[in-house]
């Protein structure tokens, strides 16, 4: 089984909707992302948690929430979504240790908003 | 804002070809940086990680080189293969920006055979 899995792998929605992506690991990480990828773009981080209680924004927060239900899941919700939310999203949990912090990435969410 | 940027955005090598792939950011206090590939459809997997005080780290037909004072660094594939077709990415983590990695938006190769 992946180590960081995410949920669901593809959605389209409409203008205006409330929708939910789901990431769940069982690397035991206290450290998750979620971040965004855009053609030509890279990657940009939306918003991070330390640990459960512990959630920052990141880079390009606004139009989007998140939830850090227990350390192995941390959800993603865009409130009211816009056509330029359409992306590819990616969950990331990371270990810090003495050879540096190592991100580890989930399959991804393909996201269209219409 | 740390900025990291990688040139060229696509490159095309036969088959056996050494790849040589560039990255470069603009604050030097970085405390890793981190090559990934990602295939289409797919997520980004972990290639290498050099640690700020490391020259360069090796795995396999990989060697990836970090330069801090010309704000450089290097990812070296050796004897090229098409199962090396990807994107390639990288990703520095600024050492006051903990856990936030700035990345590049990816050098796209293909190898043919």
Known sequence: ?114 | KQEVTQIPAALSVPEGENLVLNCSFTDSAIYNLQWFRQDPGKGLTSLLLIQSSQREQTSGRLNASLDKSSGRSTLYIAASQPGDSATYLCAALVTDSWGKLQFGAGTQVVVTP
Request: hydrophobic share 30%; aromatic share 10%.
């Open chain 1, 1 to 114: 089984d992946a180590d960081v899995t995410q949920t669901p792998r593809n959605r389209i929605t409409k203008t205006g909707k409330r929708i939910m992506l789901e990431c769940s690991q069982t690397k035991g990480h206290d450290r998750m992302y979620w971040y965004r990828q855009d053609p030509g773009l890279g990657l940009r981080l939306i918003y991070y948690s330390f640990d459960v209680k512990d959630i920052n924004k990141g880079e390009i927060s606004d139009g989007y929430s998140v939830s850090r239900q227990a350390q192995a899941k941390f959800s993603l919700s865009l409130e009211s979504a816009i056509p330029n939310q359409t992306a590819l999203y990616f969950c990331a949990t990371s270990d810090v240790g003495t050879g540096g912090e190592t991100q580890y990435f989930g399959p991804g969410t393909r996201l269209l908003v219409l």
